[in-house]
């Protein structure tokens, strides 16, 4: 598994990140303090803090095409 923070400051960057993550068959969780929604789900991620940086966890070993697509979105 692998966990970063990200930022999603925009409609258009949840977009973004909604569609990079639909493109890979394992399962992508963010968290907000105590919440946990899917990383697919736009409403789920529109249910959390966003003025805060979220916390991604990848739960797959080698996630490396992953991770270079939603590098702009790290903090």
């Excluded at 394992?26 to 940086?53: N, T």
């Amino acid at each position: 598994m692998k966990s970063f923070n990200i930022m999603l400051k925009s409609i258009n960057d949840v977009k973004d990140f909604v569609n990079i993550v639909n493109k890979y068959d394992f399962d992508v969780d963010l968290s907000s303090g105590r919440y946990v929604v899917d990383a697919k789900s736009i409403m789920g991620i529109f249910s959390l803090d966003l003025s805060k940086p979220i916390k991604v966890e990848a739960h797959v070993d080698d996630c490396q095409g992953f991770c270079d697509e939603i590098k702009k979105f790290a903090v």
